[in-house]
């Protein structure tokens, strides 16, 4: 989201950004970006709970929605999407809802998925990141509301990662995003431990923060891995980690359209990914530009990752394919599409309302 705030802003467009929480935010915002974090993030501990601390976030969202105006509004994820749904009733603005992962595999539960089934028909598009997720969406949402826009991938300054043609014996595995079950650390450093023996100079950097840190320390410290695995928590910067390393890999156990991944490929990372269900398959050609194995086979990826580490002329193959993600998917492409998405929205609002003053 602040990359499409920072890019309409910079091409003249006023933008608001509006969060239910109010966090520092970690991704930078260009100056003109309004913010407003309405701070009304409170866990709901009972049944009652939940029901007053979501009216009270409708009543603030609808209240920052209407003052402003919009021409549109775009939510993303889940829960957010069905406040946002809700809170734009018969204020008579466009609203686009955005999935941000597989929600054939990510559970919100019984209650909020009947929810979602409800309230999704309302909103005037639904935005999927892949074809797989937009098939599930059209068993309830009509065809022409959904649009599948990938995630957009930056241009990074420095496009060829040096660290693939470094001569040294020391290796360096890389990986990043939220320390949680989803991602699969657990099984990542199950399979470097079956690489660490072979290559004592080699070492796994895990780039991210999250609720499983105490339980993957305690897991290298089982596997004989201290020394050997480093979580240094989020950085602000990851290209310039990444450019340091010799290989990516992806180990989720699902994901939406993973931006770590994408980067790693743009900094011309050979990258190794589980296939999971949505997402991999669709930015890495098999051999092509990276390596697919089985999902969650922690032996294919042990074997995958000791292949590439022994040889130099596969990782430089990968690495100069990879780095065309940052056209396949660069920011102008994938924002023209939320641009033409917007566009028909926003006609079809006004062809609607025209159609509701001609028959009154």
Same mark, same amino acid.
């Given at each position: 989201m602040s990359t499409m705030a920072n890019y309409w802003v910079a091409k003249g467009h006023e933008v608001t950004l509006t969060t239910i929480a109010s966090e520092a935010?970690?991704?930078? @915002?260009?100056?003109?970006?309004?913010?407003?974090?309405?701070?009304?993030?409170v866990p709901s501990v009972r049944p009652w709970d939940y029901l007053r601390n979501n009216l009270h976030r409708l009543k603030r969202l609808r209240r920052v929605i209407s003052s402003s105006r919009p021409d549109v509004v775009i939510s993303f994820?889940?829960?957010?999407?069905?406040l946002t749904i809700l809170a734009t009733l018969r204020l008579g603005v466009p609203v686009i809802v955005s999935e941000r992962t597989n929600p054939r595999t990510h559970p919100i539960g019984w209650?909020?998925?009947?929810?979602?089934? @409800?309230l999704y028909p309302r909103a005037d598009a639904v935005i999927v990141q892949t074809e797989e997720v937009r098939r599930w969406t059209e068993r309830f949402i009509r065809r022409e509301a959904v649009y599948v826009i990938p995630n957009p991938v930056a241009l990074p300054t420095n496009r060829v990662n040096r660290a693939?043609?470094?001569?040294?014996?020391?290796?360096?595995?890389?990986?990043?995003?939220r320390l949680e079950h989803t991602k699969g650390f657990d099984l990542l450093i199950q399979a470097f431990a079956l690489c660490a023996a072979k290559y004592p100079a080699c070492s796994l950097v895990i780039l991210g923060e999250g609720n499983e840190r105490e339980e993957l320390m305690a897991l290298t410290r089982e596997l004989? @891995?201290?020394?050997?695995?480093?979580?240094?928590?989020?950085?602000?910067?990851? @290209?310039k980690l990444l450019h340091q390393a010799d290989i990516f890999v992806l180990s989720s156990r699902y994901e939406g359209f993973p931006n770590a991944l994408l980067e790693a490929m743009a900094c011309g990372l050979p990258v190794v990914s589980f296939d999971c269900p949505t997402g991999p398959r669709n930015i890495i050609s098999d051999g092509v530009d990276g390596v697919l194995i089985p999902p969650e086979d922690v032996q294919a990826l042990a074997t995958a990752m000791k292949r590439l580490l022994s040889d130099e002329a596969k990782r430089r193959c990968l690495a100069s394919r990879a780095v065309e993600v940052a056209e396949r998917f660069g920011v102008e492409k994938v924002m023209g599409m939320w641009e033409a998405a917007l566009k028909q929205v926003v006609q079809n609002k006004d062809r609607e309302r025209a159609h509701r003053r001609s028959r009154s």
């Open positions: 935010d970690f991704y930078p @915002l260009h100056p003109d970006v309004k913010r407003i974090a309405l701070g009304v993030y994820v889940d829960v957010t999407n069905m209650f909020r998925g009947i929810l979602r089934h @409800l693939v043609y470094s001569v040294s014996a020391a290796r360096t595995i890389m990986a990043m995003g004989g @891995l201290a020394g050997r695995v480093s979580m240094p928590g989020s950085v602000r910067d990851p @290209l």
